[in-house]
């Protein structure tokens, strides 16, 4: 929302209800990333990475918004628990994870 623009200091987007320019509209994001989340949704009770795999958020089916936000602040590989709880979250699965203070844990929720 408004909020969130001011305080990443994002550029307001029009939305449109074509893709000019390569940027799509918010219900045409919208439904990009539902039939991605469809399509990426790992399987129940499992852990979708490796411990040690190193994942990019931009790998998640994540709006630009949200994307941009981790970027500006310095935000661009998940720790473990984030790569294992993430994807389960965006399938509106509930999660239940215990990790080390510092590890990431309230970013992933």
Known sequence: GHYCRELFDMPKRTPSKSNRGGVLSSQDEIATLKARI????????TIPYSKD?????GSLPLSRATLQGLEFNAYTTMTSIQSGSIPH??????I????KTGSGKTLSF
Do not use: H, I
């Not at 469809?38 to 009770?45: K, L, N, Q, V, W």
């Not at 239940?96 to 990790?99: D, E, G, M, R, T």
């Open 53 to 57: 795999a190193t994942v990019a958020f």
């Open 96 to 99: 239940l994870a215990s990790a």
């Open 38 to 45: 469809d399509e990426e949704s790992p399987a129940r009770g």
């Open 89 to 94: 979250a965006l399938a509106g699965r509930d």
